[in-house]
């Protein structure tokens, strides 16, 4: 199975600061990255496929980069409803497994 | 639009199974695979499987291989999710999900094993 980590974990933030989530895959898996927002109690809603295409209806300050074994999701200007934990998930190979999380918090 | 809607919260004895489902409309069914993620409390997705609903064929994370039953019945549009011999682990949040990426979501369904 294709492990996955992402960085850090946690971290808070101003609003309108840029944030950073960082996700590193086992091996390589080219461009099948996708990024997911959860909100507590709903469910996770897609905000970034294919390492870096934004989903319909996402807000432009969500960017999506990287391949191979690194990506990035950047919140470019963090906003109070950003406020979730954040997941990676690797579509290459099933199981299409997920990232720990990163959450989010306003600092 | 899409509309993923699952069945209620489910309380089951360990040892006992539940069957999970996932009502889809606003897309054509047969188009896309339906795929089950789970979420235990407090804690990360974990995905669970998909399946092909023209087919019929499905496949699991090997960590559920033997315990879960993937099916669907195409004349209602709805895909079930059948999880055996459970155990307390198993508590969680089930999610039923349209096609990979993961464009659509169901609302999710708790299930509860508990003696």
């Known amino acids: ?22 996700c590193r895959a086992s091996q390589s898996i080219y461009s099948y990255l996708n990024w997911y927002q959860q909100k507590p109690g709903k469910a996770p809603k897609l905000l970034i496929y294919a390492a870096s295409s934004l989903q319909s209806g996402v807000p432009s300050r969500f960017s999506g980069s990287g391949s191979g074994t690194d990506f990035t999701l950047t919140i470019s200007s963090l ?8 997941y ?3 579509s290459y190979n099933t199981p299409f497994t997920f ?5 989010v918090d306003i600092k | 639009q899409v509309q993923l809607v699952q069945s209620g919260a ?17 897309y ?20 669970m499987g998909r399946m092909t609903p023209d087919s019929g064929h499905w496949i ?19 895909a079930y999710m059948e999880l ?17 990426p993961l464009e659509d979501w169901g609302q999710g369904t708790l299930v509860t094993v508990s003696s």
């Open chain 1, 1 to 22: 199975d294709i492990q996955m980590t992402q960085s850090p974990s946690s971290l808070s933030a101003s609003v309108g600061d840029r944030v950073t989530i960082t």
């Open chain 2, 28 to 47: 054509s069914f047969t188009t896309f695979d339906i795929h089950w993620v789970r979420q235990a409390t407090g804690q990360g997705l974990e995905w």
């Open chain 1, 99 to 103: 990232g720990p999380g990163t959450k």
């Open chain 2, 84 to 100: 055996s011999s459970l155990r307390s682990e198993d508590t969680a949040v089930y999610y039923c999900a349209r096609a990979i």
């Open chain 2, 10 to 26: 489910e309380v089951r004895k360990p040892g006992a199974s539940v069957k999970v489902s996932c009502k889809a409309s606003g």
């Open chain 1, 79 to 86: 906003q109070p409803e950003d406020i979730a934990t954040y």
């Open chain 1, 88 to 90: 990676c998930q690797q």
């Open chain 2, 60 to 78: 699991s994370a090997q960590k559920f291989q033997g315990r879960v039953t993937l099916t669907r019945n195409g004349s209602i549009t709805t």
